[in-house]
């Protein structure tokens, strides 16, 4: 079956999901994703409540944020002893500010238990004990 020709209406909507929007969105830069929206657009963000508005858009791209693992071991400065260690997971919400710059707005951090030591092999398993 032949594939119709695009018509202008319908090859400038295909291209607002193109390689311009999708450069703005790489570089994060918000003014430029807020334009590809219609002044009283809502953008309705999974999880979250509306966000109405191209400045408000604008705004919602001032946030991001990181997840990750972390391992820290303390050293005890005059014994050179290991005095504390911990390992886990954090997520950073972070905040662009008016320089550009991200800062960190709130920060999370887990603790997971202490890993298995050679003699600990730990096993999650299902099903009858043995």
Do not use: C
């Amino acid at each position: 079956m032949p594939v119709a020709p695009l018509n202008s209406a319908e090859a400038s909507i295909r291209a607002l999901a193109g390689p311009d929007w999708s450069a703005a969105w790489q570089a994060s830069d918000a003014a430029a994703v807020a334009d590809f929206y219609d002044p009283d657009a809502v953008m309705f963000p999974h999880g979250q409540e509306p966000i109405a508005g191209r400045s408000a858009l604008a705004a919602a791209a001032d946030w991001g944020w990181l997840r990750g693992t972390y391992a820290v071991e303390v050293v005890g400065q005059a014994s050179g002893e290991r005095v504390q260690q911990d390992r886990g997971n954090f997520l950073w919400i972070v905040r662009r500010q008016p320089d550009g710059a991200w800062k960190i707005y709130r920060a999370f951090g887990a603790s997971l238990p202490p890993a298995a030591g050679p003699s600990e092999d730990r096993i999650t398993a299902k099903g009858p004990k043995l």
